[in-house]
Structure formats: C-alpha cells, structure tokens
C-alpha cells in the first residue's frame, strides 16, 4: 500500500489543474484504488515473527521494525526483526531527540522502554492514524528504538547502513506538535500587521492553511503572475500575516539544525513533514519558504534557512551524478565528496560530537557509490577529538582544501592545531584543490607553502556575544565599553591611517550586513553605534523600549559583528577573526598560504607554527584585494608546518 500510495503522490506532481467536478471523479477513483489496496494488504499473509526485544544480534542486512499499537492509553509497540529486503512497507521517522534528560516510557514488547519527549509525542501522533500515514499494520523504523544505543558495535555498524533505510522506507518528518512562538521573540516584530476586520486564526488554523495551499501551489494556483511578480498574498488574504508567523515558527524549530535529518530528508526519499496531525511534502515546503524569502529577507535570518539552502544544494550535486554535470560527486574522490557536503551543510548540531561526520557518511556512500574507506569507518570506540584528528587528515590529505580550517571556535584539546572543531565549521563556496597540502605520516604536521605579510599593529581579543546582547528592557554595561574599545583601538586609527572620516571606516566595515537590514530608517547602522558607545549601560528609559525594530535589529547586528577579534594592520586595514575565540597575542603572524582564499593568523612554535584561524578584511585596502595565484605571483613564498 505504500509503495502504491507514494507512486500516486508522485504522479499527482505532473497532474495539470483539473475542474472541480472532473476533481472529484479523480478523487473518487483514487478512493476506490486505496479501498483496494488496503483489502490486498489486509489479505497479505504475513509470517510470524519472534519479538525483537530485548535485543538479540542484527545479522547482515537485518533490521528491527517497530508496530504501534492502536488505542489511546500507555503507548505500546511491537517490534520485530528481518532482513530489509523483506520489510514489505515501513516508514522511516526523522525527528529529533530533544532533551535526553525528559524521558517517557512506552511499553515495548509488554516491558517499560524510555524513550525522549518528542519521540513519544511522535508515536502518540501516529498511532493516532492521520488520514495519509498508513495502515495500523505497518512498520516504523525509528533509530532510538530500532537500534541498541547501548551497543557501541552495533551503532558503528548501523550508521553507514541508515541511508539504505530511509531510500527504502517512506520518510515521514516529524517537526512537533503546533505551538505558537515565544511572545518575545523578535521575528515577531517583523512580519508586517494586516488591517482586517476578520478575526485572527489560530496557530493550528494558521499550519493547517499553509500546508494545504502549499501542497496545491502550482496546481490550483500559482504565486507569481505572468510577469515573475509574487502575488502569494493574495492567496492567503486575511490569513497572510498568520502564515508568515507560522513559516518563521517552522524555520526555528530543531529539526532544521541536527546532523542526521540532512541525509534522512534529502535526495530521492520525498519526505511527508508532519506538525501535528497536518503534512506537506517536503520540497514544496522549500519552494514557498524560497518564494516566501524573496518577499521577506529576514526570513534568511532563521536558523531553518540555511538547512532549506543545503538541502537545495544537496539535490543539485545529486542531480549532478544522475546528469554527468561538471561537479558530478562519482568524478571525485572520496575526500572531495566528504569536504564538499561539510561545506554545504555548516555548521550542525548532535548529541554525540563524533556523529558530525558520522551523521554524514550515509549520504557520502550514496553520493559516491563505492563502498566507504577504512579511515571514514565509524568508531563510537574513539574519542571524538581522535576521530576529528584522523577525518582532518584524511581530508587534507585528499583534497588539500584549506578552507576546512575554518571554524567560529575550536575547543579541541590534545590534538594539532589545524584539526578543526566540526562542530563550528562554516558554510563555505565551492572546493579549492592545493597539491601542495599535505600530512605527515604521523599525522602530526600539515605542512602548506605561503606568504608573510607581518605582524599587526594593534589587537583587541573578542569577547562572547550573549553577555552583552542588548535586549528591549536593558543594555548590558559591557556592551558601550566594548563598542568604544573597538572605535578608540581600531576603526579611529585604521580611518587616520586611510585619511577618511570614522564613519566612511564604520560603513565600509558594516555594508555586507546591509544586504539583509535595512540601511536606513529612523536610525543609520552608525548612528546606532555611536548611541550605545556613549550609553552608560542598564535599564532602558521607557521611551527607548518603542525603538522601532529596525533599530534593534542594527544593535544585535552590531553585537554579532563586533564581537568577534579585531586586528588593525599598519596599512589601516581592519581585520576580524573568524575564530570568536581565538587567543591573539602580539608578535602573532598574518600570512596567505598557498591555495587559500582568505588570511590566516599563525604563531611561531619551536620549528612550526600554531595555527589560530583564519582572519577576513572587513575594512580598509585589503577588503577588495583578491587573494589568489597572481597576488602570490613574485612573492617570497616558504614553508609552514602546522602542528
């Protein structure tokens, strides 16, 4: 029945829009189809199988697959084990964990099993029977369940097989039950207020109307007029302002930052997303947060967009092997393939820091199609520092892309310096191949070629963005200090070094930040600079808390920008650390190496050197430079290696 029921979804993607009562005819067919299906799995005669619980060994292509059971008290659920092969029809759930420590218990096979809040309130849900998600007969696969957590052997064996599972199943994505967002959150404040005499619907009103009109978007009507012009509101009408609220709710929520929902929801598994009993397709979930996004920019503020830009990336390098287009993933090797998906896919979260590549090799294998190499096997026996070591060498070693060095922070402890912390690496453009990169045979050094081009003038360290984050009560006290360190030790010395005015240095430092805030308004960017460095800190007076929200989004802008550290070069160009918390001291060297697209800031350590992160011109002459062959082209190029 799922098989049937995911072929007619896929069909109805090229159904052209029909009339009302031909619709109906459609539907009434389709109705009798699925009556006939479920009478062919109910007269399906399945064989007994053995609880598969407790736990017993998975041999070769063994799954565990889980039943719940009807009803509407304590949770229970079956659970029974075969090769995959033989699992007829099942669903793979992608969900997040959520907080280990609110455990629920849920009968197992007649004994108490803990599993997370979210995961309970998902299988409460489905046992429930939305009208889409199937026949009380069939099977789940669910990883906390379906896999022993307690088996370090059995995970490393099971991760690269997950792939394999979700591309069998039928995805279903649960996001959570509909909530509405927090009274104080600021995204609030920027969706615009429809004047209607119409009463506001609700949170549950609101989910349901998007994800029927998305689902029907291109069918029963389309968002953009003849002349590419997007006229979605006018679909939604009165609902609009409640359907942006209900996109930005969708975005913040953590199914949109964790590691192992990338490969669960990606490629060829058309994912069914779910936030209570409501559900939409995936991809067309992506395709209205992308028209959604051309009318409102803040939206790529939420948290859920960069996951929508990877997935949308992520298809287009599958499309690539299917095609042969020019960055087809089965033309590259291992390494590339593996360097290109951390790039695409940032920074992630994970309750196991090791699954930040783990989390990934599912999607490598399918990627590639080849079996993965010894070195990428998981380990859960390993530390994850030493696995991070040993996939950093890997890479480096493959590839010799050195933008892999980049990471907003690095709390590795015990390993070399140019290992990256995964778990803060950033999104990053396409691979740069350098031949001259390359691992010692202990793996202790990477040794790159490169260019010098000093020490610094003067430096400020960073400092951590929450403690001075202004809010609508309250500006932190160390907020206006830190704002006139950096005007009194950067931005005034680098605008007297250029012989320009401070606010010429101020905007040519912020303008990138522009592209997503509005410039103008009732206060400019410095403007708003120049007001919280003479603050004194504390409460805000009453007035100051109806500043617009233009303006308190240009404060946490400048926080954001301005908290990381600085360094000013004797050319006045200013210099921001991608690292927030690299430790800078003064004799540190500013260098290029050799196929690196951005600036690195090394210390000098015995006979190498310690690698403290990348730096960015933010301002001043090298902000325009291009960093590439013809900059090193006649330059004093030597040796550096890294420990």
């Known amino acids: 029945m799922l098989v049937d029921s995911l072929a007619r979804r896929l069909s109805s993607k090229h159904r052209k829009s029909t009339p009302v009562a031909k619709r109906q005819d459609v539907e009434a067919c389709e109705q009798a189809e699925e009556d006939e299906d479920l009478k062919d799995f109910e007269n399906f005669e399945e064989p007994c199988r053995e609880p598969a619980y407790p736990y017993r060994e998975l041999n070769g292509t063994e799954v565990r697959l889980l039943r719940i059971l009807p009803g509407t008290g304590p949770i229970e659920c079956i659970i029974h084990q075969m090769p995959l092969a033989e699992a007829r029809y099942f669903y793979a759930l992608s969900y997040v964990w959520g907080d280990a420590t609110q455990n629920k218990t849920i009968m197992l096979e007649g004994q108490p099993f803990h599993v997370t809040e979210n995961l309970y309130e998902a299988l409460d849900q489905f046992r429930q029977r939305p009208y889409d998600i199937g026949h009380p007969k069939d099977y789940f696969w669910v990883d906390a369940i ?27 994505v649960w996001l959570g039950h509909v909530r509405e967002l927090p009274a104080e959150n600021l995204f609030k404040k920027l969706i615009r207020k429809t004047r209607s005499s119409r009463p506001q619907i609700s949170p549950d009103e609101a989910v349901e109307t998007l994800f029927k009109k998305t689902q029907s978007m291109w069918f029963d009507w389309e968002p953009v007029d003849d002349d590419d012009g997007v006229i979605i509101d006018a679909e939604f009408g009165d609902a609009y302002n409640a359907i942006i609220h209900t996109i930005v709710n969708i975005l913040q929520r953590p199914w949109f930052e964790r590691v192992w929902t990338i490969q669960e929801a990606c490629l060829d598994t058309y994912p069914k997303v779910y936030i ?135 709390e590795l402890r015990n390993v070399p310096s140019w290992v990256p912390d995964f778990r803060y690496i950033f999104h990053g453009p396409d691979l740069r191949r350098e031949e001259s990169v390359h691992v010692s045979s202990d793996k202790r050094v990477l040794h790159v070629r490169g260019y010098v081009l000093g020490t610094f ?10 403690k001075i984050w202004p809010t609508a009560r309250a500006i932190p006290i160390g907020l206006p200090a830190r704002l006139r360190e950096f005007e009194e030790r950067i931005l005034k010395p680098s605008a007297s070094i250029r012989k320009i005015t401070t606010e010429e240095a101020f905007d040519d430092l912020i303008n990138n930040v522009t592209r997503i805030i509005d410039a103008e308004g009732v206060e400019t960017f410095y403007q708003v600079f120049r007001r919280l460095s003479k603050s004194t800190g504390g409460k805000r007076p009453w007035y100051a808390k109806r500043r617009t929200t233009n303006v308190r989004l240009k404060e946490e802008a400048l926080v954001d920008q ?49 690698f403290l992160g990348h730096c960015v011109a933010k301002s001043g002459p090298l902000k325009e430079q291009e960093f590439d062959g013809d900059f090193l082209t006649n330059r004093d190029i030597q040796d550096f290696g890294l420990i």
Not at 155 to 169: A, C, E, F, L, N
Not at 340 to 357: A, H, V, W
Not at 580 to 590: H, K, L, Q, W
């Open 146 to 172: 379906c896999i022993n957590q307690e088996d370090l052997d059995e995970k490393s064996r099971q991760v690269p097989r997950m792939m394999d599972i979700y591309h069998t199943g039928l995805v279903v």
């Open 276 to 410: 209570g009993p409501h559900s939409v397709d995936l991809k067309k979930l992506i395709d209205i947060w992308k028209i959604l996004a051309m009318e409102h920019r803040f939206l790529f503020l939420c948290s859920g967009s960069a996951r929508m830009a990877s997935l949308n990336r992520i298809d287009r390098l599958y499309k690539s092997s299917l095609f042969d287009w020019d960055d087809n993933p089965k033309k590259m090797n291992m390494g590339e393939v593996l360097a290109t998906l951390l790039r695409i896919t940032g920074k992630k979260s994970s309750s196991d820091p090791r699954d930040q590549l783990y989390g990934l090799l599912g999607l490598l294998k399918y990627l590639k199609g080849e079996e993965l190499p010894e070195e990428l096997a998981p380990d859960y026996h390993l530390p994850y520092e030493h696995v991070f070591w040993n996939y950093a060498a890997f890479l480096f070693e493959s590839v010799g892309d050195l933008k892999l060095l980049d990471c907003g922070r690095n």
């Open 457 to 466: 003038r003067d430096v400020i360290t960073g400092c951590v963005a929450k």
């Open 562 to 610: 301005l908290s990381s550290p600085f360094l000013l070069l004797t050319d006045g160009t200013i210099l921001g650390m991608r690292r927030e918390d690299a430790e800078v001291r003064p004799g540190d060297i500013v260098c290029l190496f050799k196929g690196s697209s951005e600036l690195s800031l090394v210390r000098a350590s015995g006979e190498g050197y310690t």
